[in-house]
Nanobody, 120 residues
Framework: VQLQASGGGLVQAGGSLRLSCAASGRTFRSYSMGWFRQAPGKDREFVAVVWRETANYADSVKGRFTISRDNAKNTVYLQMNSLKPDDTATYYC????????????????WGQGTQVTVSS
């Protein structure tokens, strides 16, 4: 499985961005798809995951971010609203062949990352 993330950019605090992650492979619908982020000098941090139509979020983004998937397009999205400077990071999408949660080690495939910068 190959993952291609896109949609990052520079946005002011309070603004919105939508990240996309396009996946190769014919079994996309069976994968757990997650988003993680990593700021300079910090560990990779769980953001959100979707398995089938069930989603789970980090407390820090709950109510502001929404993860969704389009199985017909083999794509997972992360809609980010009410962005804060603390959301600044490189965002990575990841795929797991089984039900996956919040730990990076649970995921089998990773995209290349897309930079999100939120200015104050």
């Amino acid at each position: 499985v190959q993952l291609q993330a896109s949609g990052g950019g520079l946005v002011q605090a309070g603004g919105s961005l939508r990240l996309s992650c396009a996946a190769s492979g014919r079994t996309f619908r069976s994968y757990s798809m997650g988003w993680f982020r990593q700021a300079p000098g910090k560990d990779r941090e769980f953001v959100a995951v979707v398995w089938r139509e069930t989603a789970n979020y980090a407390d820090s983004v709950k109510g502001r971010f929404t993860i969704s998937r389009d199985n017909a397009k083999n794509t997972v999205y992360l809609q980010m609203n009410s962005l804060k400077p603390d959301d600044t990071a490189t965002y990575y999408c990841a795929a797991a062949q089984a039900l996956a949660g919040t730990e990076p080690d649970e995921y089998d495939y990773w995209g290349q990352g897309t930079q999100v910068t939120v200015s104050s």
